[in-house]
């Protein structure tokens, strides 16, 4: 039997450690509240688990270098909304920095939205920005390769966010140039090969010295081996219909200005 010491010592160890207890369980409530929400949200699964942590990867860079938020969510439908506004309602829903921009893609209705947040957000990312942006990463959609369209949409971010810190971001005033090194290089090879070309021509020309030009066509014609026919065709009238060609975005998306949102911002949707 314990005496009343012990007994003593083990009511305070007990109470020792329920306190110890209480103040771990209260410093780890604030990192749990404080935890980021995912900026990859793959509901469709288009992305192995490989491909989403990459992407959370490069866009936690993005927001730590540039102190701005990315989101990609992907969705089986839009039931029966725009998606634009449901790019913004998973947003909001999602507890996202109101400086962002979000990327939903709908598998159901093969669509999709770039919203870019009032803000620094819209003013780096234009509507000329975005619908740069949106082309060509619909192409990507459109080929069934998602996992290369949201790392193109990561790259395009890293480079308008690049541009806007100078202070001159990307827009119909300062249009946004991508470097292809094989346009490059088959423009060089197609210089290259003209010039050897021309230098083929002129050695030719220089050895055919004793080459004349001839002034009559009767030092290569056969007597007899020719007869002519004449043949007068003379124009009475003419009439020329001009039909104007429909212009089309053969990219198949719209831009933005909101398009009636009422969180105003910027939105650029699509098809793919």
Request: glycine share 12%; charged share 15%.
């Amino acid at each position: 039997m314990k005496s009343a010491g012990d007994q003593q010592r083990s009511r305070w160890r007990r109470l020792v450690a329920v306190v110890a207890l209480v103040v771990v369980t209260w410093l780890a409530l604030p990192s749990v509240a404080s935890a980021a929400p995912p900026s990859v949200v793959d509901e469709a699964n288009l992305l192995t688990s490989a491909q989403e942590a990459a992407l959370s990867d490069r866009i936690a860079a993005i927001a730590q270098q540039f102190d701005f938020h990315v989101v990609i969510r992907t969705v089986q439908s839009l039931h029966g909304v725009t998606v634009a506004a449901a790019n913004e309602a998973a947003f909001k829903q999602g507890g996202y920095s109101p400086d962002a921009l979000s990327f939903l893609v709908s598998m159901g209705e093969r669509k999709w939205d770039i919203w870019a947040t009032p803000g620094r957000a819209q003013t780096s990312f234009t509507d000329y920005g975005r619908e740069v942006i949106g082309g060509d990463v619909q192409t990507l959609l459109s080929s069934g390769d998602y996992a290369g369209a949201f790392n193109k949409f990561v790259d395009y971010v890293e480079q308008f966010l690049g541009q806007a810190e100078t202070g001159k971001p990307y827009d119909t005033n300062q249009k946004y140039l991508s470097y292809n090194p094989y346009l490059v290089a088959g423009g060089i090879g197609a210089g290259v090969g003209v010039i050897a070309a021309t230098a083929t021509v002129l050695v030719w020309k220089r050895n055919l010295k004793t080459a004349r030009a001839a002034t009559e066509a009767l030092a290569y014609q056969v007597p007899g081996s020719l007869q002519y026919t004449v043949r007068e065709d003379h124009l009475v009238s003419s009439h020329t219909a001009v039909v104007p060609i429909p212009q089309s975005d053969s990219r198949g998306f719209g831009g933005g200005g909101g398009g009636g949102m009422s969180s105003g911002g910027g939105h650029t949707s699509g098809s793919f």
